[in-house]
């Protein structure tokens, strides 16, 4: 059946709705209203993702860096990379350290880093958006 991935004992549209549910409030939760364990949520949450990424980024000029909770008040988030002209979802950092942001960034390119015009983000500490931001100011 095409609506059902392999080895998946959910939906491909329940999935892309518990993925929504989470991006608006956090996997314990989602799963403790959907009856799901925290990690049924997540491994939708991944299917949903890789099923989107990756995503052309080589007109990217503006983006968007935000953080999920994947457990409100343990500390643990996902950070979300958002091309901020499409409003679409270009990229999921496991981690919200500088070095996994930096390392996901990257694979994109220099060509498309050097073309990002704008950042928007309410994370602080993240030495290496700031010189993408600077190199290509000083143009």
């Not at 314990?28 to 993702?49: G, I, P």
């Not at 996901?104 to 880093?113: N, P």
């Amino acid at each position: 059946m095409a609506f059902l991935d392999k080895k998946k004992n959910f939906t491909n549209r329940y999935a892309q709705s518990i993925a929504e549910q989470v991006v608006h409030s956090d996997i314990n939760n989602v799963a403790k209203n959907n009856r799901l364990t925290s990690e049924e949520v997540w491994s939708m949450v991944k299917t949903v993702a890789n099923k989107i990424l990756p995503v052309n980024v080589k007109n990217l000029q503006k983006l968007g860096i935000d953080e999920i909770s994947l457990v409100k008040g343990q500390g643990k988030f996902i950070v979300v990379l958002v091309d901020l002209s499409t409003h679409k979802l270009i990229g999921l950092v496991a981690e919200r350290k500088q070095a996994a942001i930096e390392k996901k960034m990257l694979e994109w390119g220099e060509e498309v880093l050097n073309q990002i015009e704008e950042v928007s983000m309410d994370m602080t500490g993240i030495a290496f958006l700031t010189k993408v931001r600077y190199n290509n100011s000083s143009e």
